[in-house]
Each structure stands twice: as C-alpha cells, then as structure tokens.
C-alpha cells in the first residue's frame, strides 16, 4: 500500500509525468532508461518450456535471494499431468510476497490455479521510483523457476497487483502482452511503459472513496486511454477506500478463469 510521505511524493511524480495527464496514450520511457537493455524497458526474457523438475502442493519459497525472494503457491488440486493457470500477484508500497499471496491463497484453491509473489527488489517497484531494471530482471529468474517446476497453462498468465503493485502490473502487462494474456489491477496509480506488444485483456478495480490514490486522478484517467488505445478492459468502482474488496478480487480471478 503506498504510504504519505516520501514515499507517496515518488508515487506523484511519477504520476504526474506519465501519461495519465496526457491527452493520448503515450509510451515513452522513463527517466534514467536506457533503450538498448531489454530490462530496463520492462521487457521479459523468460521461455516457456515443459517442467523439468518435480514440485509438490504448497507454499514454496523461491530461494533466489538471500532476504527479499518470494513464493509460489500450488493449490492441492495442482496435478504435474495437467496445465494450470498462473496468476503473478505484486504487493504495494513496503509489502512482501508473504503479505501479497496470503489473500490469494483461497482463491487458488477454490479456481484451481497457481500463484507466483515476487518481493520487489527495494522498497517498492522500480517504476514508482523512476525506472525499470532490477524488478524485471528478478521477475524473469522468478518465472524461470517457476515454470522449471509448473506445468503452466501458459494460454493463460496473468500480471496483477494492489495500489503501486497494480501500477507495475499494467506496465509490464501491456510491454509483455505476448507472454501475459491477462492484467488485474487494484487500485493502480499510473501506466508508464516503454513499449507494449500484444492486447492483453485488463481488469481494473478502483474505491471511489480512495484518499491515497485518488480514483479521478488513477483509473478514471487510465481506462479510457487504455480503451483508445484498443485494450479490451473490464472495470469496476466500488464504494470504498484504498483496497481490493475479497468480493472483488473474487470478482477478478473469475474473470480471468473463465
């Protein structure tokens, strides 16, 4: 969840410069990017491949990182002999993949899907923060691990997140759109990608009592210039605060099953 303060003031700024203040879609790179590195415009590298090492239902640490790693979660219905659905879900501002997959956990089990929680690599994701690299590239060896050990449904992957989560989750979903089919956003802030490839299809949630990231500011910007701009999106406003709802996250992960 995005914090006031300094925090938060890096959230505005990066708000105020992407393109949700512009009167078109735009997808120009943030500051600091440098053009020739896949990473560093977002872009994912990772191969879809057959599993090759077994894996058993439950919570998994991914045991890339020596502190902040992340989780994959395989619901007991996981069977290695049949493809399952992948959702990668990205906590908010100071979060961790613990806190992130936690909710999604009964979800999991009820569709019948896995879910991957990467730990961003600072604080919170590097596009909040002025630009893109380090975050892409560990989410490239967290999805190499995890398909290594999945049979995945790769006709159906889908990047999703809460608050600053949501953020990075549009970005890399419309820059990988031919590796993710699907991107769920809760309560996202901005867009801000440096190139875009495929349409996935978009959920977008947002409270419209939300005094953190104001929703006339988020995704009353951002869902019409992603529908200009041909993305087939499915957007909700409840009354509430800053949050995903259980109802709709529900909501979202029907959606994207069916």
């Not at 619901?75 to 613990?98: D, K």
């Not at 929703?215 to 999106?233: E, F, N, T």
Request: contains cysteine.
């Amino acid at each position: 969840m995005a914090r006031r303060g300094t925090l938060y003031g890096d959230i505005m700024a990066v708000l105020r410069r992407s393109f949700l203040l512009s009167s078109a879609l735009a997808f120009a790179a943030p500051p600091g990017c440098n053009a020739s590195s896949g990473a560093q415009r977002g872009r994912l590298t990772v191969r879809r491949v057959k599993p090759s090492e077994a894996i058993e239902p439950g919570l998994h640490s991914l045991g890339l990182a020596p502190e902040r790693d992340g989780l994959l979660y395989v619901p007991p219905s996981y069977s290695p002999r049949e493809r399952m659905p992948l959702i990668v879900f990205l906590h908010g501002a100071g979060g961790t993949a613990q806190r992130a997959i936690h909710p999604m956990q009964p979800l999991a089990d009820k569709y019948g899907f896995l879910v991957l929680a990467p730990d961003s690599r600072g604080r919170t994701w590097d596009a909040i923060l002025g630009t893109l690299g380090p975050d892409v590239a560990f989410l490239d060896l967290a999805l190499e691990w995890a398909f290594r050990r999945c049979n995945v449904n790769y006709s159906r992957v889908a990047v999703s997140g809460f608050s600053d989560g949501a953020s990075y989750a549009l970005t890399l979903g419309v820059v990988n759109g031919t590796l993710f089919s699907h991107a769920i956003a809760f309560s996202p802030c901005f867009l801000n990608s440096p190139d875009r490839s495929g349409l996935p299809a978009i959920f977008i949630s947002h409270g419209t009592r939300d005094e953190v990231l104001p929703i006339k500011v988020c995704s009353r910007r951002i869902v019409p210039q992603l529908r200009d701009a041909g993305y087939s999106v499915n957007y909700v406003e409840f009354d509430g605060p800053h949050k995903a709802p259980s109802d709709i996250r529900e909501r979202a992960v029907k959606w994207f099953m069916d």
